[in-house]
């Protein structure tokens, strides 16, 4: 190194001190531009006259550090620091030693290793810059320059979740009071922080100001720097989530197309950060939107309808209308929606629908019906034609519709040879009632059934010589004559 630049290299103060010793006192020191006023070399004032002499203890805080026999050295140090501090740190206001307190005592002799004190002195002297502080709810978690950068912070958080358009026009409170339309369909109407924030002055060490920037990133996620992991030879989602505290729900919630299925490479990165900020951000937002009122169906009941039965008393159709809601945001998640206002377009219609609530016993009276509308026996129960007849014909109703005698459960339907197309009903109370040749069935196995239901309609299939209906009644399986048992 050349000797110019080591006459260009910064002196301590402990340097400047010793090649001061070399001078007059008063003569002016100069150390790389700083100045440094004239002070005494002399251990000791001159004594008083009653012989006590002065020395200056000096304390950082609360630890003490020496004593020194002039305490101009003490300031003169002092002052060299916060000069050296204002180049260094030429953006902030700076201040050095306001932890230094020097305390006087008089004393006989002066036994003060003053240079020792300095030198400890000078390592230990802290140099603090005026800031602001980000507090929330009570403690400061952030430090920025001055009161503007505070304000640009501010303003970096709630642009997360805003526009800068519609931040200034809530400022300005410019739309508040334009009725929402469909022209005019959203409105910011506040931005808040959820925590009590504020900012205080106060003094720090200057490598821990912040810009806005950084400050933003710290008070949002939590953390100044997102961490990240490689991945190595063996690892699996659940290992490296275990290795950092995290689940493995976690690890995949802040890794975005990472599933529980992908196939992990290595060297991949994988951000093992989850975001824990300290300040969360409210926004309500009032939006306008023109929705469906969608038509409810309306139930009247009938009980002289059966069970299962409906009747459509009219159709329903879609009302439409202008709403205007006020939905609430904590950090871009929605957590709240109000109904504000709303203007019928056109009304909604309901379907009204008649719902029956008959119950049908399945079991009979005991009283038989007749089975069909009017007509005749044409051929009675008994001996005929070579074989016996097991019920009763009746021919010539006025309506073709076969009826159920009595109320029971459907038991069998369809064909059965001779019988052609035929219907059981089990009223369970022994009896059994049949009914044959018809030309179709309207009831299904299972089907409850009061007397005087339509079973079906009269024909002549099977072995039949013309269009009637045949009759049986059995009693715990005999065969009755349905003469004896029908009203």
Known sequence: MSSQNKKSEKLSFMQVLKKHKKKSIGAAVSALGLSILSFSLAFAKEPSTNGLKEIYHVYNGE??????ADKSTVDTLIDMKKEEASIQYKEFSVDAGSNIKVVPEQVY?????????????????????????????GEAVAYLKDKEDFDKT?????????????L????????NNVPLSAENQTRVVAVEFLEEVSTEETLVKPEEILTPEQAFELLSSGSLVQQTYQVQQGDVLGSIAKKHNLT??????????????SILNIGQELNVTVTKPYVNISVVT????????????VEEEDATMLKGETKVVHEGADGEAEQVHSITTVNGVETGRTLLSENILKEKVDKKVIVGTKVIPDRGTGTFAWPAVGGYVSSQMGHRWGRHHDGIDIARPSDRTIKASDNGRVTFTGWDGTYGQKVVINHNNGYETVYAHLSSISVSVGDVVEQGQKLGIMGSTGRSTGVHLH??????????NPMSVLK
Do not use: M, R
């Not at 630890?63 to 020194?68: C, D, H, K, S, T």
């Not at 200034?168 to 739309?175: G, H, I, S």
């Open 109 to 137: 002799t002066v036994a003060v290793d003053e240079e020792e004190t300095l030198t400890q002195l000078e390592q230990s002297v802290e140099i603090e810059a005026k800031a602001y502080s980000f507090v929330v709810g």
């Open 286 to 297: 009032e939006a306008y939107n023109k929705v469906v009122i969608p038509f409810t169906v």
């Open 471 to 480: 009759f049986e009644v059995k009693h715990n399986g005999s065969l009755v």
């Open 154 to 166: 501010v303003n970096l958080l709630k642009l997360k979740f805003v526009s800068q358009e519609q």
């Open 63 to 68: 630890q003490y550090v020496g004593a020194v």
């Open 168 to 175: 200034n026009k809530l400022n300005a409170n410019d739309t």
């Open 248 to 261: 493995t729900a976690d690890l995949l919630a802040i890794n975005p197309g990472v599933t529980a299925t």
